[in-house]
């Protein structure tokens, strides 16, 4: 079955960088768009950055656009998520979640990581 | 943008109550919508997509419903498990948008 876990989460000072890292396993890694989405504390969902099967095509969403940076390696079946001068309001949990059918559709989601930016 | 409008944000319901969470969005976007499921301090769980296929392993009293702007998902029969939050999200086109959320809560 499809697993995702998240790692490189924690506490960061204002301006400083995190790297997440999600391991994929139980699907062919390598077929699918992958995606980075998180929740700030009592807050929804917002979709931060999606990539393609092959790292070909990337987005990010405004708020992190020029900041963040998504990649991934497909022998490695990891999926990475630079994060660069880090705010106060990039604190959230962020999940990992593996692409459907479509490339930009959502299918399954990994646990979660907490990243919490203060001074 | 698309936006994504959710309704209602929260709703009180008794266990084997028939439920529906409406998620309209502010253009077209054929069937490319998401249904998901959260519950408290979990990752949310994949529902259905393409506005009314379920992923594997859904039971069969979630449906959803819906093509173009309009989209509704329904529970048939509310059971003590179905109590979370549910999102909706469009994925027809970048950035992608999610709905604000219905938080299901027993009567």
């Known amino acids: 079955q499809v697993q995702l876990v998240e790692s490189g989460g924690g506490v960061a000072q204002p301006e400083r960088s995190l790297r997440l890292s999600c391991a994929a396993s139980?699907?062919?890694?390598?077929?699918?768009?992958m995606h980075w989405v998180r929740q700030a504390p009592g807050k929804g969902l917002e979709h931060v950055a999606v990539?393609?099967?092959?790292?070909?095509?990337?987005y990010h969403a405004d708020s992190v656009k020029g900041r963040f940076t998504i990649s991934r390696d497909n022998p490695k079946n990891t999926l990475y998520l630079q994060m660069n001068s880090l705010r106060v309001e990039d604190t959230a949990v962020y999940y990992c979640?593996?692409?459907?059918?479509?490339?930009?559709?959502?299918?399954?989601w990994g646990q979660g990581t907490l990243v919490t930016v203060s001074s | 943008d698309i936006q994504m409008t959710q309704s209602p944000s929260s709703l009180s319901a008794s266990v084997g109550d028939r439920v529906t969470i409406t998620c309209r969005t502010s253009q077209g976007i054929s069937n490319h919508l998401a249904w998901f499921q959260q519950k408290p301090g979990k990752a949310p769980k994949s529902l259905i997509y393409a506005a009314s296929s379920l992923h594997s392993g859904v039971p069969s009293k979630f449906s959803g419903s819906g093509s173009g702007t309009d989209f509704t998902l329904t529970i048939s029969s509310l059971q003590p498990e179905d109590f979370a939050t549910y999102y909706c999200?469009?994925?027809?086109?970048?950035?992608?948008?999610f709905g604000g959320g219905t938080k299901v809560e027993i009567k």
């Open positions: 999200q469009q994925y027809n086109s970048y950035p992608l948008t």
């Open positions: 139980g699907f062919t890694f390598s077929n699918y768009g």
């Open positions: 990539i393609s099967y092959d790292g070909s095509n990337k």
């Open positions: 979640a593996k692409g459907g059918g479509q490339w930009l559709e959502i299918a399954s």
